[in-house]
């Protein structure tokens, strides 16, 4: 135990402690931090508890799902991970994210009565199954931290697991095919219970898994789709004979967040044990938004920024930011800038940060021949990648596709931003992109 920190000792001064606590950043397995949340009672923080596991969309489908639920009235808390600027973000409660003392009060909490040493995300899970068992909610929505078989969130027994997407990423510990890491995906999955599969093209070994433990699957293409309109879009179930609250939802508005995900969350409703009208799905698909996912900043948020490049506001290009940081993402990120660029006559500059370990050039190739000037940034830590390096790793893979890649790096992401925007004009976009940690370190120097 640590008796140098207290529950009202600085939040940074907690989050350090965490960072240094186990001798490993990311140590897999369940054993240490279930037997803590035995201990603690920790095990059931609401009566009703969805966990949500993916490779990419996971953030979204919580929001979505946690607003629906909202709307119709119940108490929801949502863990997430990870955090863009604050690490309150990670945990919210009816909404809202709570403040440093209510995180620290819990951080001592754990820290007092644990009996084994925790990494970082498994002392912060426990710590916010401890404050929503507090808050006495009706839903808790966990997201996966990483995989899902061996992660933190998987000590608890959920009611519903929601499966957004998978693909490639975190070989190191999923393995190097998708069989592999569907596999560790389906660890989320629990006996008689929904799951619901929102990636068209299943792991045979997810569906395996599935079908072992009885899991009650609610797959896309299978038991549902999807389709979208001009102006509109439509969700329905594709099996006459699956029990569902609508078998058809037409004329659903279109959201802020990607459709794949939206229709996820729908299909995760269907199987929900709640009220919940088609007035409340179709205002929670107007208000749903999540930070850093193809969000375009708004002017008023843009006026420290106008200052740095003495420019005013409405002469700044187009900001956009995206934390799409692997394959996956990044090819449904180019999906969405070819179809701005056709509607723009401007150039597109990016500015792009990556971390070491991810696989630099599967996210740099489908965005290659949509970009016309790069800014390739460094990023701290013991992860980060130097700009030059990645700049080195664009330029091979230019080469390979016989294409130009024009631009330079940078030895910060402010550095990056700042070029970026003082060579754009007003009819431009810069597009500030990759990990969480490039839009993170962007938005906080925008609020600087």
């Known amino acids: 135990m640590n008796t140098m920190l207290k529950a009202t000792s600085p939040l940074n001064e907690w989050l350090s402690y965490l960072e240094n606590s186990h001798f490993k950043a990311i140590d897999l397995g369940l054993e240490r931090?279930?037997?803590?949340?035995?201990?603690?009672?920790?095990?059931?923080?609401?009566?009703f508890v969805i966990t949500v596991g993916g490779t990419n969309g996971k953030g979204t489908t919580c929001r979505l799902l946690e607003t629906i639920l909202l709307n119709a009235g119940y108490r929801v808390g949502v863990y997430s991970s990870p955090h863009l600027l604050r690490y309150n973000e990670r945990v919210r409660i009816q909404n809202q994210e709570l403040d440093d003392a209510q995180h620290t009060a819990s951080f001592a909490y754990i820290e007092q009565n644990k009996t084994q040493s925790l990494t970082y995300?498994?002392?912060?899970?426990?710590?916010?199954?401890?404050?929503?068992?507090?808050a006495r909610l009706d839903v808790v929505i966990l997201e996966v931290g990483l995989g899902g078989r061996l992660d933190a969130t998987n000590i608890v027994d959920n009611d519903m697991a929601v499966?957004?997407?998978?693909?490639?990423?975190?070989?190191?510990?999923?393995?190097s095919t998708r069989e592999e890491i569907g596999f560790e995906k389906a660890g989320i999955f629990r006996a008689n219970k929904p799951a619901i599969i929102g990636e068209p093209n299943i792991p045979q070994t997810?569906?395996?898994?599935?079908?072992?433990?009885?899991?009650?699957l609610f797959c896309r293409h299978l038991d549902?789709?999807?389709?979208?309109?001009?102006?509109s879009w439509t969700w329905q179930t594709t099996r006459e004979d699956e029990k569902v609250r609508w078998n058809l939802l037409a004329?659903?508005?279109?959201?802020?967040?990607?459709?794949?995900?939206?229709a996820t969350a729908l299909a995760a409703v269907q199987k929900l044990p709640f009220e919940i009208s088609l007035e409340t799905v179709k205002k929670s698909l107007l208000e749903v938004e999540l930070t850093g996912r193809f969000q375009?900043?708004?002017?008023?948020?843009?006026?420290?920024?106008?200052?740095?490049?003495?420019?005013?506001?409405?002469?700044?290009?187009?900001?956009i930011v995206d934390v799409g940081h692997n394959p996956h993402a990044a090819r449904y990120l180019a999906e969405k800038l070819t179809a701005l660029k056709a509607q723009s006559q401007g150039k597109l500059i990016a500015v792009c940060g990556i971390l070491k370990d991810k696989d630099a050039a599967g996210v740099l190739t489908p965005l290659l021949p949509l970009v016309d000037e790069?800014?390739?940034?460094?990023?701290?830590?013991?992860?980060?990648?130097?700009?030059?390096?990645?700049?080195?790793?664009?330029q091979q893979i230019a080469t390979q596709q016989h294409l130009n890649a024009q631009g330079s790096y940078a030895d910060s992401v402010a550095e990056g931003v700042k070029s970026a925007v003082e060579m754009a004009n007003e009819n431009d976009t810069v597009l500030v992109f990759g990990s969480f940690h490039t839009v993170g370190e962007f938005l906080t120097l925008i609020q600087t």
């Open 374 to 394: 790069w800014r390739c940034v460094t990023l701290g830590g013991y992860r980060g990648q130097q700009g030059k390096d990645l700049f080195v790793t664009l």
């Open 121 to 134: 995300f498994e002392f912060s899970t426990l710590s916010a199954l401890h404050l929503f068992k507090q």
């Open 296 to 319: 375009t900043m708004k002017p008023e948020s843009l006026t420290h920024l106008a200052k740095m490049v003495e420019r005013e506001v409405e002469a700044l290009p187009r900001m």
């Open 163 to 175: 499966i957004t997407s998978i693909d490639i990423d975190h070989t190191d510990f999923l393995g």
């Open 33 to 47: 931090i279930k037997s803590v949340a035995q201990e603690l009672d920790l095990l059931t923080p609401a009566p």
């Open 206 to 216: 997810m569906l395996m898994h599935a079908e072992i433990l009885g899991s009650q």
């Open 251 to 262: 004329d659903l508005p279109l959201c802020h967040i990607p459709l794949a995900n939206a």
């Open 224 to 231: 549902w789709n999807f389709c979208q309109q001009e102006q």
